[in-house]
């Protein structure tokens, strides 16, 4: 098993442009997530999704679209990208994604904005 | 609103030596606290997860405590690797079905030869 995998590991955007964060997990996981991590911010949850078609925000969603077409992938769109964007954004899944299970993270693709 | 502190913020320890981390939580109604190792670079992985009912619980040179009464947990290291060195990050889950956990902002640690 692969796990959460996540592309790419790095990756420069200037204001304005658009792009899309991958991930994909091979676990059968029905919760996926994405965060965000900021330097003495902690990790800060962007959207979710419970299972295939269903998304929902989290803390931190503004400039941020999520779509789950299959259970395996669940991408990251950032429309109009701004340099307050600039992080190290990591995916996550679990099974059921309640408590009690465990999150599996990618190792993450750090983002600057120019 | 539900928030959840770790302390220190930063520790440097020799190889070897034992060390503390803390965790304080007010997330309510309490489900369940895990503390996450997150190697530099990487994503966190689970250490170990600790419910109402568990005192304590080990995992290796990994304990973990909890006091449901004053929500506090604690993670002692004992005998430090330098492959301790990382930050360890608490996360708390709240019961009745959340999908968010609760961070903390985690503590970083150094092990030094």
């Known amino acids: 098993n692969a796990g959460v995998t996540q592309t790419p590991k790095f990756q420069v955007l200037k204001t304005g442009q658009s792009m899309t964060l991958q991930c994909a997990q091979d676990m059968n996981h029905e919760y996926m997530s994405w965060y965000r991590q900021d330097p003495g911010m902690g990790l800060r949850l962007i959207h979710y999704?419970?299972?295939?078609?269903?998304?929902d925000q989290g803390e931190v969603p503004n400039g941020y679209n999520v779509s789950r077409s299959t259970t395996e992938d669940f991408p990251l769109r950032l429309l109009s990208a701004a340099p307050s964007q600039t992080s190290v954004y990591f995916c996550?899944?679990?099974?059921?994604?309640?408590?009690?299970?465990?999150?599996?993270f990618g190792n993450g693709t750090r983002l600057t904005v120019t | 609103k539900n928030q959840v502190e770790q302390s220190p913020q930063s520790l440097i320890i020799l190889e070897g030596k034992n060390c503390t981390l803390q965790?304080?939580?007010?997330?309510?109604?309490?489900?369940?606290l895990r503390w996450y190792k997150q190697d530099t670079g990487r994503g966190p992985v689970s250490l170990t997860i600790?419910?109402?009912?568990?005192n304590t619980k080990s995992n290796g040179r990994y304990t973990a405590t909890l006091d449901a009464d004053t929500k506090q947990s604690s993670l002692h290291i004992t005998a430090s690797q330098l492959s301790d060195s990382a930050s360890y990050i608490c996360?708390?889950?709240?019961?009745?079905?959340?999908?968010?956990?609760?961070f903390g902002r985690g503590t970083s640690l150094i092990v030094h030869p």
């Open positions: 999704s419970v299972g295939a078609g269903i998304t």
């Open positions: 600790m419910t109402f009912s568990e």
């Open positions: 965790c304080n939580y007010t997330v309510s109604p309490f489900s369940n």
């Open positions: 996360v708390v889950s709240a019961a009745g079905g959340s999908y968010i956990p609760t």
């Open positions: 996550a899944s679990s099974y059921g994604g309640r408590e009690g299970s465990p999150l599996h």
